[in-house]
């Protein structure tokens, strides 16, 4: 930390935070997240066109920020044939010229499986190339790109599926799950680099508005009724749970819930 610099506040100035799945959602708002924290972000998605809408709202939200000091580039990490050379080249694009402090990922395939019925072997295989194969392809070539040090970290993203399972969520929660003990291998093989996940509740985000359609109020009026707090979750607010855990040097193999209190009731 450069001298004059507030002891918490300023922790994330000047670091290199790249968030895969930083176009929309949750990624997003922890890329705008770091931006106000003066961070140098690298943000990657899978369709160039949403990238290039995300990057012009990040430089908006900060017009104070360089145009140097905001990037993207499309990533496509669903392609199980690519997706090791996808991540070399974003991982390399984040470093720049320097080192990664932070890697957040975010993305995953929304699509829902079919009911337990219907499945195929190709349903339940699609979502873990970008739920478990990329995150693991980020990790073996982290060490390349990030200094081996506890002031840096690599957080993944569960889901509260894993503890409390709708119907006909099987697949994304066994996903769910196998992020969190997978999180825990990679902080002892990775030691002294950081690892933790975020588990978030129901967030209303864009890709959800989408999915629910006109079912939208309602799905919001149940979470609300669900939790504890009486709200659904933001992507602002959940942001706050990746921040922490870029922050705490004394965090690692540990999953952060931030889901309203939805398990208690």
Not at 196 to 215: F, H, K, Q, S, Y
């Amino acid at each position: 930390m450069t001298q004059g610099a507030r002891k918490y506040t300023d922790q994330l100035r000047n670091t290199r935070v790249l968030v895969i799945g930083g176009t929309s959602g949750i990624g997003f708002a922890v890329a705008e997240a770091a931006v106000e924290h003066d961070a140098i972000v690298t943000i990657a998605g899978s369709k160039q066109a949403k990238l290039d809408q995300a990057l012009t709202r990040l430089q908006e939200s900060s017009p104070h920020s360089a145009a140097d000091r905001i990037q993207g580039m499309q990533c496509d990490l669903g392609d199980p044939e690519t997706v090791e050379a996808n991540v070399q080249r974003l991982l390399a694009l984040a470093a720049g010229d320097g080192k990664i402090n932070h890697v957040v990922i975010t993305a995953a395939d929304m699509t829902q499986p079919p009911a337990l019925e219907g499945l195929t072997v190709a349903d339940v295989q699609r979502p873990g190339v970008i739920r478990l194969v990329a995150p693991l392809m980020v990790a073996k070539h982290l060490p390349a790109y990030m200094e081996q040090d506890a002031g840096n970290s690599l957080t993944l993203t569960s889901g509260a599926h894993c503890l409390k399972p709708d119907p006909g969520w099987t697949v994304i929660s066994g996903y769910c799950g196998a992020v969190e003990a997978m999180a825990r291998g990679l902080a002892v093989d990775l030691k002294p680099l950081r690892v933790n996940v975020v588990a978030p509740g129901a967030v209303l985000t864009e890709a959800v508005r989408d999915i629910l359609g006109g079912a939208t109020d309602l799905a919001v009026k149940m979470a609300k009724e669900k939790s504890t707090v009486a709200q659904v979750g933001t992507p602002e607010s959940v942001a706050q749970a990746y921040l922490y855990l870029m922050k705490d040097r004394y965090n690692s193999g540990s999953t952060l819930a931030t889901n309203g209190g939805m398990l208690l009731l």
